[in-house]
Each structure stands twice: as structure tokens, then as C-alpha cells.
T-cell receptor, first 115, second 106 residues
């Protein structure tokens, strides 16, 4: 199993541009999570899906952020328009059950820099 | 106030020492997670537990549900254990501590 695959690994973009982060969860995992990690706030849950349906998006900072999971093998996190304060490492993780009560597998993360 | 508090924030140990990292939480959770983040940035899930104790190699995690407290122990520490260890609780919501940065010196 290739694990959770995220792309790109690094993204540098100018303020105001649209950014799309991609994630392929482990096959058979029912839950998918998007996290953001910054020095100031640590690891924060943005949104999680169970069986492709968004369950909890209370961590999505504002309307500029949106996430989709069109099928069980793919999810995107989009920021439009991007701002410098969005600079962070974004992790995708998947879990075999509902929620995270069956353990996580994390992707390698996408380091986003908005200049 | 943070729902999950870790201590210490930073820890330096000599190779071979026994290490303990503590995690206290103030909210109801279904499961408690210990994550390891190496300097390269990748995150690995070490343990997920809802009661008792789990052991994997030199790592042991315990949880006391009544006291809302968990500990991560590392026996015979090694420089490759140097990493940030993050405690988190999951249930209806998700909470994470700010991490404990561990450096093991040869």
C-alpha cells in the first residue's frame, strides 16, 4: 500500500491566487481528514469526511476554504483567494473507520507558502 | 484554555534514559492519540487508545480515563527518537496539544 498520497509537496503562490491541494487516501479507509499545522496554532482539524460525506467542517477558517471528496479515492482542499496567513503545512490523513477512533495514517503534507 | 495540555514542552535527554511525556485533557473524548513528527515533517500515528496501556517496541502509552491523563514512555531512548510528540483527543470534536519537542543526545 502506498499510504496516503498528497500533492503537491510544496506550493508557493502569490496572494490572491487559487490553490488546490490533493489527497488520495488509503484504499478501503472510510474517513478522510484535512489538517493544518502552523507554529502558532499547532495541528488543527479543518474538515473530515466519512464515506465521502463532510461530517465536521467547523474548523474551516472561512469561506475562502472549500473541500470536496467526489469519490472514495480522492479529495481536494481549495483556497480561493489565498492570503499570506494561509501559509502552513496541510496534512491529509485517512482512517479505516468512522472518525479517528481506529487510528490514522497521515500523508507527507503539502507545505504552502503564500507570498 | 487548551483542551489538551502537554508537558514538558521541550525535553532533552541522554541516550539510554527513560523518558515520560504527559498529556492532560479537559474534554470528553472517545480515543486518545499519540503522534510522532520527525524533523522532516512527516507525522506518524504511534498509538490510539481508549483505556489501559499499549506497547510497541520501546514505546508505551497509558491512559487514565478518570483522571483524564495519558503518558507516553520511551525506554532506552535513542537519538532517532528525537522528534515532536503530539497528543490528541478525538470524539465528537478533535483536539491536539502543541507538542513536546524531544532531543536525545548521544
Amino acid at each position: 500500500d502506498a499510504g496516503v498520497i498528497q500533492s503537491p509537496r510544496h506550493e508557493v503562490t502569490e496572494m490572491g491566487q487559487e490553490v488546490t491541494l490533493r489527497c488520495k487516501p488509503i484504499s478501503g479507509h472510510n474517513s478522510l481528514f484535512w489538517y493544518r499545522q502552523t507554529m502558532m496554532r499547532g495541528l488543527e482539524l479543518l474538515i473530515y469526511f466519512n464515506n465521502n460525506v463532510p461530517i465536521d467542517d467547523s474548523g474551516m477558517p472561512e469561506d475562502r476554504f472549500s473541500a470536496k471528496m467526489p469519490n472514495a479515492s480522492f479529495s481536494t482542499l481549495k483556497i480561493q483567494p489565498s492570503e499570506p496567513r494561509d501559509s502552513a503545512v496541510y496534512f491529509c490523513a485517512s482512517s479505516p473507520g468512522q472518525g479517528a477512533n481506529y487510528g490514522y495514517t497521515f500523508g507527507s503534507g503539502t507545505r504552502l507558502t503564500v507570498v | 484554555k487548551n483542551e489538551v495540555e502537554q508537558s514538558p514542552q521541550n525535553l532533552t535527554a541522554q541516550e539510554g534514559e527513560f523518558i515520560t511525556i504527559n498529556c492532560s485533557y479537559s474534554v470528553g473524548i472517545s480515543a486518545l492519540h499519540w503522534l510522532q513528527q520527525h524533523p522532516g515533517g512527516g507525522i506518524v500515528s504511534l498509538f490510539m487508545l481508549s483505556s489501559g496501556k499499549k506497547k510497541h517496541g520501546r514505546l508505551i502509552a497509558t491512559i487514565n480515563i478518570q483522571e483524564k491523563h495519558s503518558s507516553l514512555h520511551i525506554t532506552a531512548s535513542h537519538p532517532r527518537d528525537s522528534a515532536v510528540y503530539i497528543c490528541g483527543g478525538t470524539g465528537n470534536q478533535f483536539y491536539f496539544g502543541t507538542g513536546t519537542s524531544l532531543t536525545v543526545i548521544p
